[in-house]
C-alpha cells in the first residue's frame, strides 16, 4: 500500500490546524504589523518547494507556503473580528478603531 498520499492529507490538516491559533495569538499581541512576515515564510516555501525533489516533502512544503500566504487575509480578517467583539482586545495595546 501507498501511504503518502494519506499523509500529506493529515500534514495538510495539522499544518493548517497550527497557523489558526498563530494567527489569533499574532493579532492579539502585534496585530497585523508582521503580516510580511508570513509573505517572507510563504515566498522561501515556494521558492524551496520548487527545488525539491521530492514530492512529498515538496506538497508539504506548497501547504506551508500556501498556509502562510492565507495567514495575511486571515491577520486583517482576524483585526476585523476583534473589531466586532467576536474575539478579546488585548489590553495592552492601542487599537486604532
Known amino acids: ?4 498520499g ?3 492529507g493529515i500534514c495538510t490538516f495539522a499544518i493548517i490546524g497550527i497557523f489558526h491559533p498563530i494567527v489569533v495569538k499574532c493579532e492579539y499581541y502585534t496585530g497585523t504589523r508582521l503580516w510580511w512576515v ?3 515564510l510563504g515566498l522561501v516555501g515556494t521558492v524551496a518547494a520548487l527545488f525539491i ?3 512529498f516533502w515538496a506538497s508539504l512544503l506548497g501547504v506551508f507556503a ?3 500566504f492565507w495567514t495575511i487575509k486571515e491577520l486583517f480578517e482576524q483585526k476585523e473580528r476583534v473589531k466586532k ?3 478579546p482586545k ?4 492601542k487599537y486604532d478603531f
Open 38 to 40: 508570513f509573505l517572507v
Open 66 to 68: 500556501f498556509s502562510s
Open 1 to 4: 500500500m501507498h501511504y503518502e
Open 90 to 93: 488585548n489590553p495592552k495595546r
Open 6 to 8: 494519506l499523509l500529506i
Open 53 to 55: 525533489s521530492h514530492t
Open 85 to 87: 467583539g467576536w474575539f
